[in-house]
């Protein structure tokens, strides 16, 4: 399953239970893919919940959510007009 697994994608660790999109992705030298995961909730205080790093292998697909572009396209920023004297 990890190979599948994109940037965007809604996951649940099939350990802990934890759940979220991820939101990086690193490969290693000697092959250990790793995905961080960061939840969509917050936590009692109204902060959000840390973002926590995974084996890609103990990850799963959660309700089907996929997304093919974790981000869009972007204006180029204006530069303010001068101040006039």
């Known amino acids: ?5 994109v940037l965007g994608d809604h996951v649940k660790d ?4 934890f759940q979220g999109m991820i939101v990086a992705r690193t490969q290693w030298l000697f092959g250990c893919k790793r995905a961080e995961v960061q939840p969509q909730r917050l936590d009692d205080t109204g ?39």
Not at 1 to 5: G, N, Q, R
Not at 54 to 82: I, M, N
């Open 1 to 5: 399953m990890a190979d599948d697994l």
């Open 14 to 17: 099939s350990v802990t239970g």
């Open 47 to 85: 902060s959000p919940v840390k973002s926590l790093w995974f084996d890609e292998a103990q990850l799963l697909p959660d309700s089907g959510e996929t997304s093919t572009s974790p981000g869009g396209p972007r204006d180029d920023p204006k530069r303010a007009e001068d101040p006039r004297r």
